[in-house]
């Protein structure tokens, strides 16, 4: 029995995935449900990898995944930040999003492979930005909430055409986040 054959191929991608978002602070339950490993087991490789070898800027996140959407909507700087993100879910195909702007999720539920494009997503969305307000747990709540096109939704700026992330329940100006900065920008 060696670790590289094939039948521990899937394990040791549960894994490797279950470690990545661990690093990325996601909460037990969001790697429970794209690793299928258990609570439990979670705790363990946290333990083993992590807490006991002295790795203390990692922490373990208690309670719910947040699920507001105003911290995505509430200034220009996260309405870009969110854009970018939705931005990347679509390019992983984590989304789609169809002539009407309207978001669909392209997995029916998660798995390996959708978390590991998910992890992709949010690591390029660090190197993308110097300073950062969506952590990793955030960025999984926008790609739930965006794809319900209840509360958010992709509109169109009137300036340059581009789609942006907006609060249904909010007076959409049609700006996008990088026209209204630069706006602000001139106008100081």
């Not at 947040?66 to 990347?88: D, E, S």
């Not at 993308?128 to 307000?133: A, N, Y």
Request: hydrophobic fraction near 35%; charged fraction near 30%; proline fraction near 3%.
């Amino acid at each position: 029995m060696r670790l590289t054959d094939d039948r521990y191929a899937a394990e040791r991608s549960q894994f490797e995935l279950a470690l990545r978002m661990i690093r990325h602070e996601a909460r037990t339950r969001t790697i429970r449900e794209c690793t299928g490993l258990s609570d439990d087991r979670i705790r363990k490789l946290y333990a083993t990898y992590f807490r006991n070898t002295g790795a203390t800027n990692i922490r373990r996140r208690r309670g719910k995944s947040p699920r507001q959407v105003m911290r995505f909507v509430k200034n220009p700087g996260n309405r870009l930040q969110a854009t970018t993100l939705v931005a990347l879910f679509c390019n992983g195909l984590l989304l789609k999003v169809d002539g009407d702007d309207r978001v669909a999720p392209c997995w029916p539920r998660p798995d390996v492979e959708f978390g590991h494009r998910l992890c992709r997503a949010y690591e390029t969305y660090l190197l993308l930005h110097d300073s950062t307000d969506l952590s990793f747990e955030w960025a999984w709540n926008l790609l739930h909430s965006i794809s319900y096109n209840d509360e958010l939704y992709l509109a169109s700026c009137k300036h340059c055409g581009s789609r942006y992330v907006q609060d249904a329940y909010a007076i959409d100006h049609g700006t996008c986040p990088a026209c209204e900065m630069e706006a602000q920008n001139r106008s100081s």
